[in-house]
């Protein structure tokens, strides 16, 4: 039925050929006779009302079955079993029917409108709460952010902070690892420290010439050989071969005196 409305509305269906078009246009005068009333039903209804209990068999088995309550217009020639709300009158005059059905529309009606300004003010309470909860959600939201931010800059600070002191730190030991240790000898000694080259005015390690040697004798001294005019020791009696053998050793003995008196 929406289809065939929309063709009819937007003008498509002149354009269609004419036994298609008359078969179309019938069928939506059905279709708008049966369910033209509840065409643009949202939801299900609240209550069905039902003048022709006979005619409406297939409404009442429906509501019947949605489990709707039902507000019939009976007659005497109909059962009021399956009916909620019965409604006495002749469902075959056409003033009864129209007063019936007006007297239900009025009070239709008015409960809807009723309804309607208690719909709407739900709806703005509920609007109402629903920008509450998103005010408190949103703000809910900025401290968490702002926590989050702090939380993170204090870590930053603190990770700037650890890594400044550890800076620091290796600064310090490479300073003193650099440092030279005050008792530790320098590769490049004081200028007052003795170089290897010794001073040009101290004792070389070639004596002067004039200077005493060690191994010579002082003049002075006695000499391991006795003077010449000394009284020498008595020599014990030794034999013929040991005299002969001691002259001569003797003689350069005598020979060294005279060199020292000239």
Do not use: Y
Request: aromatic share 2%; charged share 35%; glycine share 4%.
């Amino acid at each position: 039925m929406h289809e065939i409305r929309g063709l009819v509305e937007s003008g498509q269906i002149e354009l269609l050929p004419t036994k298609e078009r008359m078969n179309m246009q019938a069928e939506l005068a059905k279709l708008e006779f049966a369910l033209g009333g509840v065409a643009d039903m949202d939801r299900v209804p609240d209550a069905v009302f039902i003048t022709d209990l006979k005619s409406e068999e297939i409404a009442l088995n429906e509501a019947s079955r949605l489990r709707l309550p039902v507000i019939a217009l009976v007659d005497t020639n109909c059962d009021p079993g399956h009916i909620d709300h019965v409604v006495p009158g002749n469902d075959d005059a056409i003033r009864s029917c129209e007063l019936v059905i007006s007297t239900i529309g009025s009070a239709v009606e008015q409960g809807a409108g009723a309804w309607a300004v208690i719909e709407e003010k739900r709806r703005a309470e509920e609007q109402a709460r629903r920008e509450k909860e998103e005010a408190e959600r949103k703000k809910r939201e900025e401290e968490e952010r702002a926590r989050r931010e702090q939380i993170e800059k204090e870590q930053a600070e603190e990770k700037a902070r650890k890594r400044e002191e550890q800076q620091k730190a290796e600064a310090a030991a490479k300073e003193q690892a650099a440092k030279p240790h005050p008792q530790a000898v320098p590769d490049n000694p004081h200028p007052q420290a003795v170089p290897d080259n010794p001073h040009p005015q101290a004792v070389p390690d070639n004596p002067h010439p004039q200077a005493i040697q060690e191994d010579a004798p002082h003049p002075q001294a006695v000499p391991d050989n006795p003077h010449p005019q000394a009284v020498a020791p008595d020599p014990e009696p030794a034999e013929e071969p040991a005299q002969t053998e001691e002259t001569p050793a003797e003689e350069p003995a005598a020979d060294e005196n005279t060199e020292e008196k000239g």
